[in-house]
C-alpha cells in the first residue's frame, strides 16, 4: 500500500493491526492520532484528518444526506489517544431501508444506528425543512475496500469553546422564540452530530427500489463501475480520491492514504451530548416550551363515548391547508402538512354537509381559530385566521357563542380533538390547538384582548377582522339603528396608511331601524362600553371615547325575558398606556343578537 510502512499492515484479507499505547499521554488540544501509525511522518496530515471529518460537527437535517462542515466541533480530552486502525478489509454487504431518509444516508455510507441517532432538537431541525420522506423499500450494496479506521469514545469527548459559548449566549437571549432561533442557528453552524468511528478507504456504493433490484440477473457484478452505471433506475458512487479510477474495485486495489475516503460511518454523537450536564437541562426545559395546547380540554367520566385524535406527533411540521367537512356541526377536520405528504384527519360523520378548503400560503400560519359553541356542547363553528391577516370563511352552523383560541407568539401546527357521537353521527366536541413556539418571532396583533362575548345564540356569526385584518385602521364613525333593541350596527374605518381609497365600511350587523351616528374626531378612540343584553338580542349600547366625549344611549333596552347589564373598558397595554376599541365580533339577523369587543394598543 503506497504511502504506508509495510510492517505495520497485513495484506491479507479481513485482517488488521490494532495499535493501542500502553502509556496514556496527558490530553493535548495538538496531540497527534496518526503519531502511532506509519503516517506518522506523513506531511498530510491535514488533509487526512479533513477526509476523516475527524471530530467535525455534521448536519443532518437534510433528507438527501449528511452535511460535513468546515471546523471541529468536539475536541478530545481522553487520557491516551483514540482507538486507531490501520486496516486491510474488503468486503460485500446489503442493506434494507424503508424511508428515503434512511436511504441516502445508508448510501452516503452511515450505519443504521448512525442514521437513526437524533434528538428532540435534531427531529425539529429535520422537521423545519418539510422534505418529503417517502416509504418504500430499497436494497443499499456496498462493496468496501478498507484501509484504516477510528474509534472515540463519548467520554474523551468534550465541546469546543466556542460551541458551548454559543449555546450559552443563545439560552441568554429575551425571547423563547430568539432562543429556539440561536440554538437552532449553534446547530447549523457547529453541527447536529459528531463521528464516534470512521472507517476510510475505497467504496461503490449502489442503491435502487427492491423490486427493481430483484429484476436483475443473478450475475449481476456489484464491485464493476461501469455496469452499475448502465441500470438506469439505479444510484451509484464511487468514493476514491484518485483521478483514475479502476472499473473493478477490488481486494488488492493500491490507494494512497490521501486518496482514501470515508466508506463507513458507524457511529455518531448528538452534539448537545458533548455539553456539560447543566447546559444540556437547560436545553430541555427550553425545549419544553416550544409547544402549548390551549384550550385546556378534559375528557371526564361523562365523556367515555368520545374519541380522541392527536397530532402532536405531526408537531415539527408546518400546515400547508385545512380541510373541514361540516353541516350545522364541525363534523371532520383533516390537516395537510407542508411536506406533501404528512397529514392528520380528525373524522367524524361525514354523510351530511359538505366539505371546505382553506389553503394556506408561504410564510402563511394560522395563529388564531374562533370556536362556536352551543349549550350542546358540540363545535358549531369554526373561523380560521392566519398571520397575514386572512380570515376564512365561517365554517359550519350558525349557533353557539365564540371563544377565541390562540397563544401568543404560537403557530397552529395541529389540534387536539374530542369527537363525540350525536343523534346526526359524530361530530366534534371539543378542539384543542397545538401552537408552536419557533416559527415566528411575533404575531400580528398577539397584543389585542378580546372581551366577554355578550349577547345570545341566536343569529349569524360576523367578524370584522376581514375587514381590519393586520392593519391600523381606525374607527372614524358609528351608525347604530335602534328602537326598543339594537337593530343594526355598523362601523367606519379610516387607514391613514392606504393609498388611494382610504375609508371602509363594514357590512350591516342586523336589520332595519332609526338610524343614528356618532363621528370620532382625528386621533379619537372608543375606549368604554356598556349597555344591555336578554336571551335573544342586544337590547341596549353606549360607548364612550379618550376625550370623555360619550355617545347618546341607543336602544331602549326593552327585554323579553331577564335582561342583564354589562360595561367593559380598554385594558392597558404593556406600556400601561389605555387601548382603543379596534373591532367587534358577533352574531346578528333581523337585530343584533350579541357581541365581543377586541382592544388593540393606539
Known amino acids: 500500500m503506497a504511502g504506508l510502512n509495510p510492517r505495520w499492515v497485513k495484506t491479507t484479507i479481513g485482517s488488521d493491526n490494532n495499535i493501542c499505547n500502553p502509556h496514556p499521554n496527558p490530553p493535548d488540544d495538538d496531540f497527534d492520532i496518526f503519531a502511532l501509525t506509519s503516517l506518522k511522518n506523513s506531511q498530510d496530515k491535514d488533509a487526512l484528518l479533513q477526509n476523516i471529518g475527524y471530530l467535525r460537527g455534521i448536519r443532518v437535517d437534510n433528507n438527501d444526506g449528511p452535511q460535513v462542515l468546515t471546523y471541529p466541533a468536539a475536541k478530545f480530552i481522553g487520557r491516551g489517544f483514540p482507538f486507531v486502525k490501520e486496516i486491510s478489509e474488503f468486503f460485500n454487504e446489503t442493506i434494507t431501508t424503508k424511508t428515503e431518509r434512511e436511504t441516502n444516508y445508508i448510501h452516503h455510507g452511515w450505519s443504521n444506528i448512525a442514521a437513526s441517532t437524533t434528538n428532540p432538537w435534531i427531529l425539529s431541525r429535520i422537521a423545519a425543512n418539510n422534505q418529503p420522506n417517502a416509504e418504500e423499500t430499497w436494497l443499499t450494496k456496498r462493496t468496501l475496500v478498507q484501509r484504516f479506521r477510528v474509534r472515540v469514545s463519548p467520554k474523551d469527548l468534550a465541546p469546543v469553546p466556542e460551541f458551548k459559548a454559543e449555546i450559552?449566549?443563545?439560552l441568554k437571549k429575551s425571547t423563547v422564540f430568539h432562543r429556539f432561533e440561536a440554538v437552532y442557528q449553534a446547530l447549523d453552524g457547529w453541527g447536529d452530530v459528531v463521528p464516534l468511528e470512521v472507517e476510510m478507504g475505497a467504496s461503490l456504493v449502489f442503491t435502487d427500489l427492491e423490486t427493481n433490484v430483484s429484476k436483475l440477473p443473478d450475475t449481476a457484478v456489484w464491485n464493476d463501475t461501469h455496469y452499475l452505471n448502465t441500470i438506469r433506475t439505479a444510484r451509484?458512487?464511487?468514493q476514491?480520491?484518485?483521478?483514475?479510477?479502476?472499473?473493478?474495485?477490488?481486494p488488492g486495489k493500491n490507494i494512497r492514504p490521501l486518496d482514501w475516503r470515508q466508506t463507513r460511518v458507524t457511529q455518531v454523537l448528538d452534539t448537545i451530548r458533548l455539553l456539560p450536564a447543566e447546559i444540556q437541562e437547560q436545553l430541555s426545559q427550553l425545549y419544553a416550551q416550544r409547544l402549548s395546547y390551549i384550550p385546556s380540554i378534559t375528557v371526564g367520566p361523562g365523556d367515555s363515548s368520545c374519541t380522541t385524535h392527536d397530532d402532536t406527533h405531526l408537531a415539527g411540521k408546518t400546515i400547508s391547508a385545512v380541510t373541514i367537512y361540516a353541516s350545522d356541526y364541525i363534523r371532520s377536520m383533516k390537516i395537510l402538512y407542508a411536506d406533501k405528504l404528512s397529514w392528520s384527519k380528525h373524522e367524524g360523520t361525514e354523510s351530511y354537509g359538505s366539505e371546505h378548503d382553506f389553503r394556506l400560503g408561504d410564510g402563511e400560519y394560522i395563529t388564531e381559530m374562533l370556536i362556536w359553541k352551543s349549550d350542546w356542547c358540540y363545535v358549531n363553528g369554526l373561523q380560521l385566521v392566519t398571520n397575514f391577516g386572512r380570515c376564512s370563511p365561517h365554517f359550519g352552523g350558525v349557533w353557539g357563542t365564540p371563544a377565541v383560541v390562540r397563544s401568543k407568539g404560537g403557530v397552529l401546527v395541529g389540534i387536539v380533538s374530542l369527537i363525540k357521537r350525536h343523534d346526526y353521527g359524530r361530530m366534534l366536541r371539543d378542539i384543542q390547538g397545538i401552537w408552536r413556539h419557533d416559527v415566528v418571532n411575533t404575531v400580528p396583533k398577539e397584543e389585542d384582548v378580546f372581551s366577554d362575548y355578550f349577547g345570545s345564540e341566536k343569529g349569524k356569526p360576523f367578524n370584522d377582522r376581514i375587514v381590519v385584518r393586520n392593519s391600523d385602521k381606525t374607527i372614524s364613525k358609528l351608525e347604530i339603528w335602534s328602537g326598543s333593541v339594537i337593530d343594526c350596527l355598523r362601523f367606519t374605518y379610516h387607514d391613514k396608511a392606504g393609498q388611494?381609497?382610504?375609508?371602509?365600511?363594514?357590512?350591516?350587523?342586523?336589520?332595519?331601524?332609526?338610524r343614528k351616528e356618532f363621528v370620532l374626531e382625528n386621533g379619537e378612540h372608543f375606549v368604554s362600553v356598556s349597555g344591555r343584553f336578554d336571551n335573544e338580542r342586544i337590547t341596549q349600547l353606549c360607548f364612550v371615547t379618550d376625550k370623555s366625549r360619550s355617545t347618546e344611549v341607543f336602544g331602549q333596552g326593552k327585554s323579553n325575558g331577564e335582561s342583564h347589564s354589562f360595561a367593559v373598558s380598554s385594558p392597558k397595554d404593556k406600556e400601561g398606556k389605555r387601548m382603543r376599541l379596534h373591532y367587534v365580533c358577533g352574531k346578528s339577523d333581523s337585530c343584533l343578537n350579541g357581541i365581543m369587543f377586541i382592544w388593540s394598543p393606539i
Open 236 to 238: 451509484t458512487t464511487r
Open 168 to 170: 450559552e449566549a443563545a
Open 500 to 514: 388611494g381609497r382610504n375609508m371602509t365600511q363594514t357590512e350591516r350587523h342586523g336589520g332595519r331601524g332609526d
Open 240 to 250: 476514491e480520491g484518485t483521478n483514475h479510477w479502476e472499473n473493478v474495485i477490488s
